[in-house]
């Protein structure tokens, strides 16, 4: 295997992995779940811009996406309710 199939390869992986995340995020009933898959998303996005050559948005978005957005959201659930509600 070349080097250019394996690293193809591991950027499906990765995007494969924030397809995943994605998905989990807005399935998750547990708020503080769909927290943490979304922080997953993030740091696999700062991977792929990493692998993109991109170093610069990768640290932005592994310090904004990841850090600050995930510390916000998490603070935001712990004053009001984790779990979502039933439609009526």
Known sequence: MNVLSMDALIQFGILFGV?????????????????IASTAMSLLLSMEFYMLHAPDVAIAEAA?????????????????????????
């Open 64 to 88: 904004v996406g990841a850090g600050v957005v995930t510390a916000v959201v998490v603070y935001g659930i712990a004053k009001t309710e984790r779990w979502e509600r039933e439609a009526p």
């Open 19 to 35: 397809l995943i995340s994605a998905y989990l995020t807005i399935t998750f009933r547990d708020l503080l779940s769909a927290a």
